[in-house]
């Protein structure tokens, strides 16, 4: 296998090596580097699919929290190194889709969790106000 620098290995270069799932031998192209939504919010289970095995420490206590901003800043690099994807094209398409399903997700209960704020303490409050009805014969 033939040895090559970061100058030159460029994604758009004729003469470009796809060198993902090398682990840390792997020399990231450009346009693999970035923050990742899909990584920081679906965190142990993009971990998972991504083969990214340090994600796992989201799922200690406390550490987790941290460990989401880490994998925000440097699962897409990790995820580069640790799996075999066919194109930094394929790469930016498979990791659009984690951002965009991660986005989703946090926005809907984000969304689900302002409906039951409102929803919860207005039912209760109709609850209070409203007469029992008593028929009488």
């Not at 929290?65 to 094209?89: C, I, P, T, Y």
């Not at 659009?96 to 207005?122: D, E, T």
């Not at 209070?128 to 008593?134: F, G, K, L, S």
Request: proline share 3%.
């Amino acid at each position: 296998m033939q040895d090559f620098t970061k100058d030159d290995v460029k994604s758009n270069d004729a003469a470009f090596v796809n060198t993902s799932g090398m682990g840390k031998d792997a020399v990231i192209p450009d346009g693999v580097k970035g923050w990742s939504w899909g990584a920081f919010f679906l965190n142990w289970i993009w971990a998972i699919r991504n083969r990214t095995w340090i994600g796992l420490l989201c799922l200690i206590p406390y550490l987790g929290f941290v460990m989401s901003f880490f994998l925000g800043a440097k699962g897409r690099e990790w995820a580069w190194r640790n799996k075999r994807w066919n194109s930094v094209a394929h790469f930016n398409e498979v990791q659009k889709k984690w951002s965009f399903w991660g986005v989703v997700l946090v926005v809907g209960i984000a969304g689900l969790g302002i409906v039951a704020a409102i929803a919860i303490p207005a039912y209760v409050d109709y609850q209070h106000h409203v007469q029992p009805v008593t028929v009488t014969t």
